[in-house]
Nanobody, 124 residues
Framework: QVQLVESGGGLVQAGGSLRLSCAAS????????MGWFRQAPGKEREFVAA????????YYAESVKGRFTISRDNAKNTVYLQMNSLKPEDTAVYYC?????????????????WGQGTQVTVSS
């Protein structure tokens, strides 16, 4: 079992930055591929970014590529999402997630564990 707790959400103006953190506890964090998803009101949950546990390779949704950066610190059992140049359309609840697979996946059903989510609101 893996427990995930997100933090770092909040209200920011368009063009600003936020860094989300996800603290993991439970089984060996370093053996899980970690990801971030988001869900805006009235929309389906969508993939944002993922980072592999094998080689720390990363993968991003096209909508955030070049603006968001995912990273992990295995010593701290923490994964981060640095979000720059935020846009109002980035407003959503952001969820941290983990899967036992070696590499990224973009489908929410392919992830095994989920955090409770943290709200990110970008004002125009």
């Amino acid at each position: 079992q893996v427990q995930l707790v997100e933090s770092g959400g909040g209200l920011v103006q368009a063009g600003g930055s936020l860094r989300l953190s996800c603290a993991a506890s439970g089984r060996t964090f370093s053996r899980y591929t970690m990801g971030w998803f988001r869900q805006a009101p009235g929309k389906e949950r969508e993939f944002v970014a993922a980072i592999s546990w094998i080689d720390a390779s990363t993968y991003y949704a096209e909508s955030v590529k070049g603006r968001f950066t995912i990273s992990r610190d295995n010593a701290k059992n923490t994964v981060y999402l640095q979000m720059n140049s935020l846009k109002p359309e980035d407003t959503a609840v952001y969820y941290c997630t983990a899967r036992a697979g070696s590499y990224y996946a973009t489908g929410s059903s392919e992830y095994d564990y989920w955090g409770q989510g943290t709200q990110v609101t970008v004002s125009s």
